[in-house]
């Protein structure tokens, strides 16, 4: 059985929950690869509705095996947590495992992504301030401290003392805030790794396993392909790459293990957070679509930057991660437009281009050039075959796979598991 790659095509909270929710019953194995729980995935199923913010959604399955892979960093009061919710709602989570190699978020991240976020003041990216992008940045600074670390008090401890007083330092010097006491982020970070170590592994081994034994295993991503730290709107991005090459690198398999990259987009667009969306809009159009979505985040609740499908996104992302396939999202949120927009290309400066540019500066000055299709005001969400769906919602869905040069394998048009569309098959 193949692996398949389930990543965020636009700017994240394309609705890869529910895409991963889905597919994750017939998988053995589901892994979540980057972020942490700066990402939230909102998952409704027969034992309610979760917000899971590090735990993949596979978890709802018996049977099926989740990893916190190496390419996560972990708020460990957050994991236990979100583990205690489930497990208090009936939910079996004795098939999650963690990777020894990811590393913590610790008390020091949290308090400098808000401190450096205040310091930027206009020019604020407007993180989750979950402390992600310090715990990314030490990780390649190689002042991190991996999960697997709490598993030798004294390893940890050292570890600890020598980071927190080059950390305290910065506090106390450039922030001007009080220090942080070691033996309180110790005795705590202990605690932390004592209720986990049953799940800390060495999960590479695991899903070598997993593979000799042919089973199907998915590589979950978080965030969009637009807030990669390469390929995205540098610098309002965020710090890991959640695209297919970082499912990679976030789960431990070689890319030649790959055999689907599922690309999820939502029907429209939308960002949280600062940075350029050329088709943002700010206008009746942009509310109507922020309030029938419910368009506010799953982590920190602020509203989200609305506007119509970016083609120009869509070709790019589709190149970058190598996509076989397309997961559309979120169809019936447009059932009640008479007219929708497609931007197939930009114009820059007088001329048209069709590429989505490296720079934020250049991509500022980019206007969409804009298609018209019709409305279909009529609703899908009851619709289970692709055929019964209105002419002009095929008509739009038709001409994304045109621009975007990739098949739709599946639509959503609802929230619910059973409010699904399987166009073609992925396999
Ligand atoms: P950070 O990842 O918290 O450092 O935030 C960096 C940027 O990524 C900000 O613009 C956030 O709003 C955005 N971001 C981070 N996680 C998500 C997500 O799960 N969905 C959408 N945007 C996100």
Redesign the pocket.
Known sequence: MPIIAVIGAQ???EGKGKVVDLLAEKARVVVRFS?GD???HTVINQYGEFGLHLIPSGIFYPGVTCIIGNGVVINPAVLINEIDQLNQRGVDTTGLFISDRAHLIMPYHTLL?GLEEESRGGKA??????G??PAFADKTARLGIRIGDLLDKEVFQERLRSILEYKNTILTKIYGVKPLSLDEIYNQYCQYGERLAPRIRETTVMLAEALDRHELVMLEG???TL?DPDFGTYP????SSPLAGGSCLGAGVGPTRIDRVLGVFKAYCTR????PMPTELKDETGNLIRERAHEY?T?TGRPRRCGWFDAVVGRFSARINGLTGIAITRLDVLDILPSLKICTSYKLDGQKIDYFPGSVAILERCQPIYEELAGWQSPTSDIRDYEQLPVEAKQYIARLEELISCPVNIISVGAERGQTIHKLPIF
């Not at 309002?236 to 710090?239: C, D, F, G, N, W």
Request: a neutral charge.
């Open positions: 700017w994240g909270d972020g700066n990402a939230g992504d990216i407007g993180t989750t301030r979950k992600v992008g978080a965030q969009g807030l309002y991005t965020t710090s949280v957070g600062s940075g985040g982590t």
